[in-house]
């Protein structure tokens, strides 16, 4: 049986400093010659900065999921590192709690092999949504002007 997936856009996408009294760093803009966006910064982004992307994924009510991909890529100039450092796909619903209802957290380093594209996938058991998603991805960015990341379809997998 072929597995089906619900894809979504990266458009919208906001950065979110979880650092106090800081605002975000991170540049994000649509990227011009494939449908997604292109994060960038002014000055370098180290994880101790914890600069979040957060992007909201729909999915119907009830909705029985088991994973999820992204396409991304990185790129570093000289000795720079950019990575997505962790990835989480949380679910958000009615009411809000202090509890994050987090699907994923992968603390696994993300870089694409020589600066070209990638594919991050994660599975796991099925599981009803009862809200919408959110996916979140803390950025590391170097400080050249040339470093940056790509982010480009998400795709919600169904069992």
Known sequence: ????????????????????????????????????????????????????????????????????????????????????????????NKPATNTPNNIIDDGTSLVSPSGGPAMYRKSFAPRKVNGALALQLQMVIGGNPSDYAFLGGIGIILP
């Open 1 to 92: 049986m072929t597995e089906k997936i619900i894809w979504h856009s990266p458009l919208p996408t906001f950065p979110v400093s979880r650092k106090q009294s800081t605002l975000p760093q991170l540049v994000v803009k649509p990227y011009w010659a494939h449908p997604g966006i292109i994060i960038t910064v002014n000055n370098a982004v180290s994880q101790d900065d914890n600069q979040w992307l957060y992007t909201g994924l729909s999915s119907a009510s009830e909705q029985v999921i088991n994973g999820l991909l992204f396409h991304y890529q990185t790129n570093a100039v000289q000795n720079d590192i950019t990575a997505i450092r962790r990835v989480r796909l949380t679910e958000v």
